[in-house]
């Protein structure tokens, strides 16, 4: 029998030197046997990663579901969905009676207002999502939120997932080229419509902005209006964040985001929308950088310039403080051992 089955997106495990392949190297060590279902571009049916670790792939998502309908049971001990919406049908779906089902929760879009509101598909989300959640043994929160720990009580297990490489997100002696920038998807979750109207105010103002990601053809077109360097990739992220004085988020909802932690440790500030594990940190270490409002734009130019302002004495505070929070092992280490503590 398997001790843990994850139901995932993340397809990327199946190659040696990804970051998902890092987190499943350390947490397979309590999790083996373990099984990761994922849909892999260009791969169908079973991989073996290592000794005790295999990939059962699927050729596109439709394949994905239609194998979580024919309700093929699974032999394993705990069941792992990554979002409660997709993933946490399946798992419910190959669910035994004596398996345990953990349902992870990466954002915050379950009790976000205004993110329920912008579209009609995260409404739908919301209401299926609480079922899955109140049918859930346990419920992963990488962020903490008072009201999903008020809601769902003892499922909740507090464990974040900040976690960061500091062999490769570390100081460097670099200049800074850029004063804020913005690296993630462009996605209406992101907030880019804010986002493009603060950059626009910052260029005004002569500060110096750059944007990396990617999305659909209208945000690709509003960020480059902007005026800013827009590059949809970069080889070396962590030059770039050295390269940077503070990253900037907007988002509408987070979990952590891991992009803040990776920042921080590269010798940026960060400020951002009060979303996620970030905005708890930012308290806890207020060197670190500040909150915006994410609805006046005025006043967040105005924190914007302040941070900016105190950069150099801020960012080596911050990070004597902050570095302990950043420790990749230690961190993933205790992810797998409370999943562990959980099947013995």
């Not at 892999?40 to 239609?66: A, D, H, M, Q, T």
């Amino acid at each position: 029998m398997l001790k843990v089955v994850m139901i995932s997106s993340e397809w990327r495990g199946i190659e040696s030197q990804s970051y998902f392949r890092k987190v499943i190297d350390i947490v397979s060590k309590h999790w083996k046997p373990m099984l990761i279902l994922a849909p892999c571009p260009g791969k169908k049916g079973l991989v073996k990663i290592k000794e005790g670790v295999w990939y059962y792939c699927f050729p596109s998502f439709r394949n994905y579901l239609l194998f979580a309908l024919s309700r093929h049971k699974i032999k394993s001990k705990l069941l792992v969905a990554q979002d409660p919406f997709w993933y946490g049908v399946m798992a419910l779906l190959l669910k035994h009676s004596y398996s345990k089902v953990i349902v992870e929760l990466h954002s915050q879009y379950f009790f976000n207002k205004k993110w329920l509101k912008y579209r009609l598909r995260n409404m739908i989300y919301h209401m299926i999502g609480r079922k899955i959640l109140q049918k859930a043994d346990y419920i992963r929160a990488v962020y903490y939120d008072k009201k999903l720990f008020n809601k769902y009580k003892n499922k909740v297990l507090y464990v974040p997932s900040n976690y960061t490489d500091t062999h490769i997100f570390k100081p460097k002696s670099l200049n800074k080229e850029y004063d804020v920038i913005y690296v993630g998807r462009l996605h209406p979750q992101k907030n880019i419509e804010y986002l493009v109207n603060i950059l626009k105010k910052l260029k005004e103002r002569g500060y110096k902005c750059a944007v990396i990601g990617k999305g659909n053809q209208k945000y690709n077109i509003m960020i480059k209006k902007t005026g800013c360097k827009y590059l949809e990739y970069v080889k070396n992220l962590a030059s770039f964040y050295n390269k940077s004085k503070l990253l900037i988020i907007v988002s509408h909802d987070e979990g952590g985001p891991r992009v803040a932690y990776e920042a921080i440790a590269s010798g940026c500030l960060v400020v951002t929308t009060p979303t996620g594990k970030i905005k708890e940190d930012l308290k806890k270490y207020p060197e670190c950088g500040e909150l915006l409002t994410g609805e006046d734009i005025l006043k967040d130019i105005i924190i914007i310039s302040r941070v900016l302002q105190e950069h150099n004495k801020r960012w080596y505070e911050c990070y004597k403080k902050i570095k302990k929070e950043l420790n990749f092992d230690k961190q993933v280490r205790h992810y797998g051992k409370v999943y562990e503590d959980l099947i013995d």
